[in-house]
């Protein structure tokens, strides 16, 4: 029970990290909030409250400013509080500088580093209102460590990281502590969608593995995981840290 009677809030937590995080959550005692743009998320919620859990869902695009304020909004008046929130919302737009499209780029941008920027602005202020919480950010290894092909999504990423390193220091007297994990590839249904879309999935799913120096992709509760230590009161003197859990990718 290292989140009883944490209240936390999880973007993108529909599928893959997100739910895996959301439930590990629940298991540990917190009351969850579900974030994500699709309706999916209900399951989510449904499979918490199955299982004895608390969960609540809100939809919503994290790059609209009135949603992000909205998620916080409805977070506080349904349990009093938001000690948690996990941005974990995030898109992967494969291409090189020359091949990405304005149109593809701006997204990147707006779902990993605006919508990142947006929940967290709306944290804060409450956070800062009720002494103290923490943020997780999802960012990836991409932003620390250049990726063939993902020129948008590495740049996208190293905001996030740098942006909580910033976040750390701004608040590190407030009693806000702001952490980041760095998945290294983790066999989650969007990575599972981009490998099916290549001629041969089976060579392309062993293309992933080889880059990995344990052999193996990661797995969603992995990265969940790392995400729980960093949200819980056994990391109280951790802040502006970058956990890499990339099975040796950025050793």
């Known amino acids: 029970m290292r989140m ?25 005692g917190a009351k969850v909030v579900v974030n994500s743009q699709s309706d999916r998320g209900v399951a989510v919620v449904n499979e ?19 949603i992000a304020q909205q ?11 938001l000690d948690v929130l996990v941005n974990n919302a995030g898109i992967v737009t494969p291409g090189t500088v020359d091949s990405t499209s304005v149109e593809e780029w701006d ?60 976040m750390a220091i701004d608040y590190v007297d407030k009693n806000i502590r702001v952490n980041c994990v760095n998945p290294g590839t983790t066999l989650t249904p969007s990575l599972q969608d981009r490998i099916n879309a290549f001629e041969d999935p089976v060579a392309a799913k062993e293309m992933f593995i080889s880059r990995q120096p344990m052999g193996r992709l990661g797995e969603s509760d992995e990265i ?16 502006g840290a970058i956990l890499n859990i990339d099975g040796g990718l950025t050793i």
């Open 107 to 166: 997204r990147m941008m707006a779902v990993n580093v605006r919508g990142v920027f947006l929940l967290s602005k709306a944290a804060v202020i409450q956070m800062l209102q009720q002494g103290g919480g923490v943020i997780v950010h999802n960012a990836s290894i991409a932003g620390v460590k250049g990726l063939k092909d993902r020129a948008g999504y590495c740049a996208s990423k190293g905001a996030v990281v740098a942006l909580t390193k910033a």
């Open 4 to 28: 009883k009677d944490k209240v936390a809030v999880i973007t993108g937590a529909s599928v893959g990290i997100g739910h895996s995080t959301a439930t590990l959550f629940a298991r540990e």
């Open 71 to 81: 998620i916080v909004d409805t977070t506080v008046e349904h349990f009093g509080r």
């Open 48 to 66: 918490i409250n199955a299982a004895g859990g608390s969960a609540l869902f809100v939809q919503g695009d994290v790059t609209q400013p009135e």
């Open 224 to 239: 969940a995981a790392g995400i729980l230590y960093l949200a819980s009161d056994e990391s109280s003197f951790v802040t």
